[in-house]
């Protein structure tokens, strides 16, 4: 289990060396991410998101995103891209949408379901086949889309928190499991 504390000694002092160095604005991407590059292809990863039981405080125009993936770094079927799971915390509300992303251009989604605080959700990438399934599941509700391979070589797995316009005190204080 990765846990993300904001108010973790590192991150203040992270984001005090940010600020001195022009500020978040200049800043959008991966925050915290681990990673692991196997000896041959992934097939599956699975994991259950456990949402914080809060929200974060007013983020304003800010974008939080925590997801798994799969990427093809080596560029093999066209394109480097990222197949992800992603539960983000944007416009003052928690949602999850599987993706189909962005390295090489493209950017494909699947249905938007609103969550809540508290949620746990199931998540998960299926690159074994001809098709990539990519979903989350919470309940009765699912969203699952899914890809044509193209013979993409899914070399890269990564757990990550990636966002835009944020600070450390646009986190929530319970951990994102």
């Known amino acids: ?9 590192e991150c203040i002092a992270n984001a005090k060396e940010l600020m001195a160095n022009g ?3 200049n800043l959008g991407a991966w925050d915290v991410d681990a990673s692991y590059t196997p000896p041959s292809n992934m097939g599956t990863f699975n994991a259950t998101y456990e949402i914080p039981n809060e929200s ?8 939080l995103y925590w997801f798994i993936g799969f990427q093809n770094n080596d560029g093999s079927g066209g394109g ?3 197949v992800q799971p992603v539960v983000n915390y944007q416009y003052n509300k928690w949602v999850m949408e599987p993706w ?7 950017s494909n989604t699947g249905k938007t379901i609103d969550m809540g605080p508290g949620y746990k959700a199931g998540a998960w990438v299926d690159a074994t086949k001809e098709n990539v399934a990519i979903g989350l599941s919470y309940g009765a509700k699912q969203s699952v889309l ?3 391979d193209n013979g993409r070589n899914f070399d890269w797995a990564c757990v990550t928190l990636e966002e835009y316009s944020a600070s450390c005190t646009n986190y929530p204080d ?4």
């Open 1 to 9: 289990i990765t846990k993300f504390f904001p108010a973790d000694p």
């Open 23 to 25: 500020g978040l604005r």
């Open 56 to 63: 974060p405080p007013c983020t304003g125009g800010s974008l």
């Open 80 to 82: 480097v891209t990222i």
């Open 100 to 106: 189909n992303c962005c390295p090489s251009g493209q």
């Open 146 to 148: 899914t890809v044509k």
């Open 174 to 177: 319970k951990p994102f499991n």
